[in-house]
């Protein structure tokens, strides 16, 4: 993402190109677009702590440090939801995301800045929510990237059937949280990925696990 100020250009020219890589993370600042519904869940999903995420400073894959909320993107490309190719606009535009009001492609300085200061999480949004916030705590807690992490490097220490079988049993529970969710909570399923983050048969493909034998 480095780029430091430049002769060429000093303003936006509507390109699309920042909206094309993605949405932007939430940050305290822009939890009341949350709150007063300008921009609903269900356009939301997490990055929970642990998961690898690709840094855009930095340019590399590292661990998430806390929670990141962040707009999705137009499946199957990264694109934000928000953003209108026909035009190259953006739906929200008055009402957009702190990263986005910052950011300038010609000087990311300001960006850089706040980049991984005062994020959003999910404890913000719903710690008050009865019920909805022990739910996620609980899958959080059973489901840790911390914990499956640990279990893959231990492998070599303890037998292969127990790594998988730990494993195994995370991804059962993250599955059978989602449907439990689904069928007796008020949530719809475009809001699942914000309360409990992409599933876990998702976000491990990288490691090499094989799903389908778990």
């Not at 921009?39 to 930095?58: F, K, M, P």
């Not at 535009?93 to 990263?99: A, G, N, Q, S, T």
Request: glycine residues 8%.
């Amino acid at each position: 993402m480095k780029n430091r100020p430049s002769q060429a250009k000093t303003q936006c020219i509507r390109c699309g190109t920042c909206c094309k890589k993605g949405g932007p993370s939430f940050h305290i600042q822009d939890r009341h677009l949350i709150e007063d519904g300008t921009i609903h869940t269900r356009y939301l999903y997490t990055i929970r702590t642990g998961e690898y995420v690709h840094d855009n400073v930095q340019g590399h894959l590292k661990p998430a440090d806390s929670d990141i909320i962040k707009i999705k993107g137009k499946s199957p490309s990264w694109e934000c939801v928000f953003f209108q190719k026909r035009d190259k606009s953006c739906r929200i535009y008055d009402h957009r995301p702190l990263e986005c009001r910052l950011l300038k492609c010609w000087d990311t300085q300001d960006i850089e800045a706040v980049y991984e200061k005062g994020r959003l999480t999910r404890k913000d949004i719903l710690a008050g929510i009865k019920g909805l916030w022990e739910l996620v705590a609980g899958h959080e807690k059973q489901c840790s990237y911390e914990a499956i992490y640990r279990a893959l490097e231990d492998a070599d220490g303890v037998s292969q059937k127990q790594t998988r079988e730990s494993i195994a049993n995370a991804i059962q529970y993250d599955r059978a949280i989602r449907q439990l969710v689904l069928e007796n909570g008020n949530v719809t399923p475009d809001m699942i990925d914000f309360l409990f983050g992409r599933p876990l048969t998702v976000t491990l493909k990288p490691t090499g696990i094989e799903m389908d034998t778990l």
